[in-house]
């Protein structure tokens, strides 16, 4: 599919903006504090749009619809898990992020755990699952762009880097932060159109849609039936595939729920509001975002396996193109060109704020803390932000043209899966659990990220159908693993006698801190009886 | 960046009523969410209590999973009102809780 000068023009609109933006962002990213979390200045539901616009990639958008379209009601798992993991960090990770951390993970950890093992481990484990997450929507965007604009995979992939690196490197978090709130209202506002078209299609009737859906999938199952040919999901009901899918998809799904709340790209977000009241607003905001847009996925989905012609078997595998070809049938060039648009926005948005935390652990978390001991020139220190910023765009940029015509779609699920395998146990364990023990969070960390990544090496992901691994989500075996390496080492470390005292001192002190944002100073004024029991 | 840490004095005994009352309402909040997504997919997932259809064109899958959406409406709306009733109850001067 190639779009015209219609596209060029909206693209170049689109482009003038985003630049428009940096320029303003630009001239007040002047620290290390305004690069990586501007500050603190992003009014809560500011902050809630721009998380929006941050967590639905084109794989959400253009992927879900595309899911649905294809794979019926199975699809419609990859929009519920959302505003559901959302919740879950509002509730537990969200408020005593902001109220602890500064710049990044590292930070939340560091206020308990002050040796720098466990800085370091975060750090790392936050710079490889963002590299591996960079690479992914590199790869994805870069197809997707050569399929809708029609341009070579390489020229699609460089563009994406170059605007990319021009937002963070210059315009930092501000920047980044106001291109997110673009994307989101653009993101809204295309949804809306789409929506609305589909259903005037159909009688003003979501029902009739769905009606229309089964009645189409059980004609083209009876006639695969008829032919000998298995059966191909139904539209409304779950398709269950036999033991092993059913599992991998639980575990999939498992994965990338848990795996929202240790994210460091989605968690830094929350760093940038002055509170934890502007963090819960934030969360607020977003939640009711992707639960009034991603409900209406289905509409789209199912608008696309009518409206296009050949129904399932016209979509092109992965599905990615169900939206676009919805639009050109519904609104002509120009609303492809404007939903092409809207994806290329998705896509900068999305890697902009990775590129941003990416930048974060390494300039904060290993310059700054672990090479300089927290003893830091601020200059020097943003020239390195700066420099990370180039160095995580240019290392991702170059792997994704290496590996064009790789399968890497695994590559997603196995960032997000570390994330939910060695973050969330340390961030959960940091935060709530009194017995945790700096080794107990560090070796929980690395036992998650390591069994996260064997399972990978050893699936049928890349060893095909001999592979002794044949789950090819992780999140099952890895995330409990993560958690159960942190109990268990905790429990045989725990310190005894002053250590002890001290240990239950400073985790009282985190706790209020945690709750209140107030540093209580010296805490050993809390009784036993007074002590914070975490959830 | 401005520092988290609010004006105020800390109490020990004020901030313990706020860790409660905070734990009370987050507590459930959580478990009902945890429970209603993750038998969702257990139910959808693993067995075939969820197939066939309520009415048509709204299958009972379909039903439980927008029903979803309605909870974290809920549970975002009552989480958000309960916490600003929490934290008036608790004020900067006597808690540090910011508002």
Partial sequence: ?535 | MPPSTPPGEFNAEQYRELESARKKLVTPLVIITAVAFWAQQIITNFTGWMDGAVFAGMSWAYLYAFALFFLVIAVTTYYRRQMAAIEAKYKPSQTGAEQ
């Fill in chain 1, 1 to 535: 599919m190639k779009i015209s000068a219609t596209a060029a023009v909206i693209f170049l609109l689109l482009v003038a903006v985003t630049l428009g933006i940096t320029y303003w962002a630009g001239k007040r990213n002047k620290s290390v504090s305004s690069h990586l979390v501007a500050s603190g200045h992003i009014s809560g539901r500011q902050n809630g749009v721009a998380i929006a616009g941050d967590f639905i990639s084109a794989a959400s958008f253009l992927g879900t619809t595309g899911a649905i379209a294809l794979g019926g009601f199975n699809g419609f798992y990859y929009a519920v898990y959302i505003p559901i993991a959302y919740v879950l960090a509002m509730l537990l990770v969200a408020e005593p992020l902001r109220n602890l951390g500064q710049f990044t993970l590292g930070d939340v950890l560091a206020t308990r755990f002050g040796g720098m093992n466990v800085r370091g481990a975060i750090a790392t484990s936050s710079i490889i699952l963002s590299l591996i997450y960079i690479v992914a929507q590199f790869v994805g965007a870069a197809l997707l762009i050569k399929l809708l604009f029609g341009i070579e995979y390489w020229v699609a992939a460089v563009i994406i880097g170059v605007l990319t690196t021009i937002y963070t490197l210059f315009g930092g978090m501000l920047a980044t932060t106001y291109i997110q709130i673009v994307k989101t209202a653009i993101l809204l506002f295309c949804g809306a159109i789409l929506v609305v078209m589909v259903l005037a299609k159909f009688g003003w009737n979501p029902l009739t849609l769905f009606q229309k859906a089964e009645a189409a999938t059980n004609a083209a199952n009876e006639a695969a039936k008829a032919a000998g040919k298995p059966a191909s999901p139904e539209a409304l009901e779950p398709f269950r595939g036999g033991a092993l899918k059913q599992w991998d998809q639980f575990s999939l799904i498992l994965g990338v729920t848990l795996g929202v709340l240790g994210l460091p790209h989605v968690m830094i977000r929350f760093l940038t509001v002055r509170d934890s009241n502007a963090a819960r607003t934030s969360a607020v905001t977003a939640i009711w975002i992707f639960a009034g847009f991603l409900i209406f996925m289905p509409v789209l989905g199912y608008g696309g396996m009518l409206l296009i012609e050949k129904g399932r078997a016209g979509i092109p595998p992965g599905g990615n193109m169900t939206v676009p070809m919805l639009s050109n049938i519904l609104g002509g060039d120009v609303l492809l060109s404007f939903v092409s648009a809207v994806a290329f926005a998705t896509i900068l948005a999305a890697l902009s704020g990775l590129v941003i935390a990416t930048s974060g652990a390494v300039a904060h978390d290993i310059y700054g803390k672990l090479m300089k001991k927290g003893q830091v020139d601020p200059s020097k220190q943003l020239l390195v932000a700066r420099l990370a910023t180039l160095g995580a765009v240019v290392v991702s940029l170059l792997i994704a043209l290496l590996v064009e015509k790789q399968n890497v779609a695994f590559l997603a699920t196995l960032a997000i899966t570390i994330s939910a395998s060695a973050n969330l146990p340390a961030l959960l364990g940091t935060i709530y659990w009194r017995k945790a023990t700096a080794k107990g969070v560090f070796w929980g960390m690395i036992a998650g990220l390591a069994v996260a990544v064997l399972m990978i090496l050893l699936s049928t992901t890349f060893m095909g159908e001999s592979a002794p691994v044949k789950l090819t989500a992780p999140g099952i075996i890895s995330i409990p693993a993560g958690f159960i390496v942190m109990y268990l080492v905790s429990m045989l470390t725990q310190p005894k006698g002053e250590a002890l005292t001290a240990a239950n001192s400073l985790f009282d002190r985190i706790r209020v801190q945690a709750v209140t944002g107030m540093d209580p100073g010296n805490p050993d004024h809390l009784t036993p009886a007074q002590r914070a029991v975490g959830h």
